[in-house]
């Protein structure tokens, strides 16, 4: 799903920057964005908040290089 998800992003809707935030406990996820290009960008600090807990979160992004066409 990830993977139809960033080719729509990139070659029909002509994103060049897709974003994504992890917890960073979730160690599955950040793994299966890892393996499909993204690259953890950095922490941002009590970002989240569940059931009345604030929450560290990892800032991944995915960055598409557009091809030049002259």
Do not use: P, W
């Amino acid at each position: 799903a990830l993977r139809r998800t960033l080719d729509y992003a990139t070659h029909v809707a002509d994103f060049e920057r897709v974003g994504a935030v992890v917890y960073t406990g979730n160690i599955a996820s950040q793994h299966m964005l890892e393996r499909n290009g993204f690259l953890r960008e950095g922490t941002l600090r009590h970002y989240m908040r569940q059931a009345e807990k604030a929450h560290d979160v990892y800032m991944y992004s995915y960055i598409h290089e557009r091809q030049d066409h002259e």
